[in-house]
Nanobody, 118 residues
Framework: QVQLVESGGGLVQAGGSLRLSCAAS????????MGWFRQAPGKEREFVGA????????YGADSVKGRFTVSRDNAKNMVYLQMNSLKPEDTAVYYC???????????WGQGTQVTVSS
């Protein structure tokens, strides 16, 4: 059974940084993207970014480019989201996801809350 468990969320002031982690288990993930989505209150879920087994990055929202970095450790089945220069509009529940493509992610974590105060 595949499990994705996120950690690292919390409250941070604007301009600060957070690093989210996601531990994946239950199968091998070499053929899958591993990445992150987020959902703010009252908004649709948004693709943040993902990374291939070969460490090629794909980013979604223009608003995070240059500030957020997705990386993975294949040996540990981990994926990370480094978030810098955080803004109040980055406040959301962040979800780890694994799948063939951003539009067809197959496995999802439960989410971790990130709150950025102004």
């Amino acid at each position: 059974q595949v499990q994705l468990v996120e950690s690292g969320g919390g409250l941070v002031q604007a301009g600060g940084s957070l690093r989210l982690s996601c531990a994946a288990s239950g199968r091998t993930f070499d053929s899958y993207l591993m990445g992150w989505f987020r959902q703010a209150p009252g908004k649709e879920r948004e693709f943040v970014g993902a990374v291939t087994w070969g460490h090629t990055n794909v980013y979604g929202a223009d608003s995070v480019k240059g500030r957020f970095t997705v990386s993975r450790d294949n040996a540990k089945n981990m994926v990370y989201l480094q978030m810098n220069s955080l803004k109040p509009e980055d406040t959301a529940v962040y979800y780890c996801a694994v799948g063939a493509a951003p539009a067809t992610m197959r496995f999802w974590g439960q989410g971790t809350q990130v709150t950025v105060s102004s």
